[in-house]
Every structure is written in structure tokens, then in C-alpha cells.
């Protein structure tokens, strides 16, 4: 007999909660963070995420966690799907998105858009207040060789979210000596100069996950690299957002 999935049962495995987060998203966040994640990016800081916690839940036990949050999700907070890929696990979030609505919790979720756009996928996408879409590196070659994925799946992803008029932010992961120069930066805004977003915003590479590699035993692509520097990041962020403007006024 087939042994059912875990989205047909419309079970997810978790990796851990956090509460009054307030970065991923606007307002006061509930992160759910869950396991497993198609890519393996070098500079991942949560590799812990890669593989099933023993933490299994149905839609019905995360929906009772969030509630409890309720009160905090005034001036526009709500959950945020994070991961590992939070995509994977879409049915389980349509089932839970019901239960958000029927309550006035709204949600936004945290992708690396490296998933194949399926039904439950774009309902996933269509129910959310805001998708967040990382975009890793520029270059298709760059990004096989970096995150083992597929460019174009996360292109597809962004290109829904506009042509959907999805609310979308943009991210990126500057690596010092990998992607981190003006030129880089000029492709990056390049790349997504066909897509609608309110924001993009460069994060630093850093080191702080750096301990879960010799935890897990994992061979960190990256252990020699220095995190990013903090000015040099600001000016990165001040040259993209002069590049989107002209690209913008062009
Ligand atoms: S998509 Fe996120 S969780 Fe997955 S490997 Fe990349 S950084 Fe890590």
C-alpha cells in the first residue's frame, strides 16, 4: 500500500518557533520555521533546517501556538513561513491560511522561490499579504554553483508575484570576494528590473552559524570567509538603490 506524504496529510515538520520576531515581515512577526530545503547554499547559516526535526504538527496544533500571538499582530504584523524552503509544505499552509483568515491573521512568506509553481504553490502565494524572495546570485551558472539550484525557478516565482500584484521584497546575501562589488550589485538590480517590489534589501554575509556546521558535521564551503563589512555593505545598498531608481526613470 502507498505510504501517504506528509502534505497529504497535511502534517508539516517544524523546525522551531519564534514569536515577536520583527524582521521577516512588517509588524510584530510569528516566524514558523520549517525543515527541509531543495538548496545548498554555501553561505546558509541554517543548515539545521536541511533535514526532519522530530518536531511533526498538523495545521490545527501550529494554528493553536499562533493564536496566543493575536494581540501582538496589530499595525500590520501576522506569521511568517520561513525555512528551509517553506514552499515545500504549501498544502499545509492552505490548510492553515483557512484558519489565519477565519481569525484576521494575515501572512507573508519567506522563499527562495526554488520550488515548481503548482496550484498549491500559487495559492500559497495568492493568500499571502507578502511574499519575501531571496535572490541569491545573478548569473544561472553562479547560482548552480553556489546553491545547487535551479535560476529560473526562483525567476518564476518573482515574475508571478508581479504579474499577481503580489506585494514582494527583495533580498540579497552579499558574500565578501563573491558578490560583493559594484558590477555584481549593477546585475543584481538588472536582474529583477522587471519585477514589482517595494524593497530590496542587501543582507551581510556572517559567521554565526558557523558553530552548527562543526555541530552537525558538515563541511562549511565557507569557513574561511570573513563576514561582511558593515560600510561596505551600506554602500553596496546605496548603489543598488541608485541603480533600481535609474532603472526605474529609464
Ligand atoms: S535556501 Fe535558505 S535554508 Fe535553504 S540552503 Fe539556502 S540559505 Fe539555507
Not at 524593497?199 to 558557523?210: D, R
Amino acid at each position: 500500500m502507498p505510504v501517504p506524504s506528509i502534505n497529504q496529510c497535511n502534517m508539516a515538520n517544524i523546525h522551531s518557533f519564534e514569536s515577536l520576531a520583527a524582521v521577516d515581515g512588517e509588524g510584530i512577526r510569528y516566524d514558523i520555521f520549517f525543515t527541509g530545503c531543495p538548496l545548498r547554499c554555501a553561505y546558509c547559516h541554517n543548515p539545521d533546517t536541511w533535514h526532519a526535526s522530530s518536531i511533526n504538527m498538523s495545521a490545527e496544533e501550529v494554528m493553536k501556538k499562533v493564536i496566543r500571538y493575536k494581540p501582538y499582530f496589530r499595525n500590520g504584523g501576522g506569521v511568517t513561513f520561513s525555512g528551509g524552503e517553506p514552499l515545500l509544505n504549501a498544502d499545509f499552509i492552505n490548510e492553515l491560511s483557512e484558519m489565519l483568515n477565519k481569525n484576521g491573521i494575515s501572512y507573508c512568506i519567506d522563499t527562495s522561490g526554488s520550488v515548481e509553481l503548482s496550484s498549491a504553490v500559487m495559492t500559497a502565494i495568492d493568500n499571502a499579504d507578502m511574499v519575501i524572495l531571496d535572490i541569491k546570485f545573478h548569473t544561472p551558472e553562479d547560482y548552480k554553483k553556489y546553491t545547487g539550484g535551479d535560476f529560473e525557478k526562483f525567476m518564476s516565482v518573482g515574475r508571478y508575484c508581479t504579474d499577481n500584484g503580489k506585494r514582494l521584497w527583495l533580498r540579497t546575501v552579499i558574500i565578501p570576494g563573491i558578490n560583493d562589488t559594484v558590477e555584481d550589485i549593477k546585475c543584481y538590480a538588472e536582474l529583477v528590473k522587471n519585477f514589482k517590489f517595494e524593497k530590496y534589501e542587501l543582507l551581510g554575509f556572517h559567521t554565526m552559524g558557523f558553530f552548527k556546521y562543526e555541530n552537525l558535521g558538515i563541511e562549511n564551503p565557507l569557513k574561511n570567509s570573513p563576514a561582511m563589512n558593515h560600510e561596505k555593505l551600506k554602500d553596496l545598498q546605496n548603489a543598488l538603490n541608485t541603480f533600481l531608481q535609474n532603472n526605474r526613470t529609464n
